[in-house]
């Protein structure tokens, strides 16, 4: 099932690094579309490798923290797919 979701940018988020822009997408989707998510095993697949393997580093900046944490009630595994294979 692929499943879509849209907002605007806020200033500050304009100023984000993309990796953290495709986290807030991630973060943010979850959120939106969680009635649906939770109880389940999901899969999120991104084209920014970088996501993936922030998930797995020890020591992260608090923003993406919160970030991270936000997800932790999911059941889910993040996959990186190439941007041609998307």
Do not use: W
């Not at 988020?13 to 990796?19: A, G, P, R």
């Not at 979850?30 to 580093?57: E, P, W």
């Amino acid at each position: 099932m692929v499943v879509n979701d849209s907002r605007q940018m806020s200033t500050s988020e304009k100023n984000y690094h993309s990796f953290e822009l495709e986290l807030l997408a991630v973060v943010e989707s979850t959120r939106h579309f969680g009635y649906l998510l939770l109880g389940i095993s999901f899969a999120i697949i991104t084209d920014c490798n970088a996501v993936q393997y922030t998930m797995k580093k020890e020591e992260i900046t608090p923003g993406i923290t919160r970030r991270v944490s936000k997800l932790q009630e999911f059941e889910y595994d993040i996959k990186h797919r190439p941007g041609q294979q998307v």
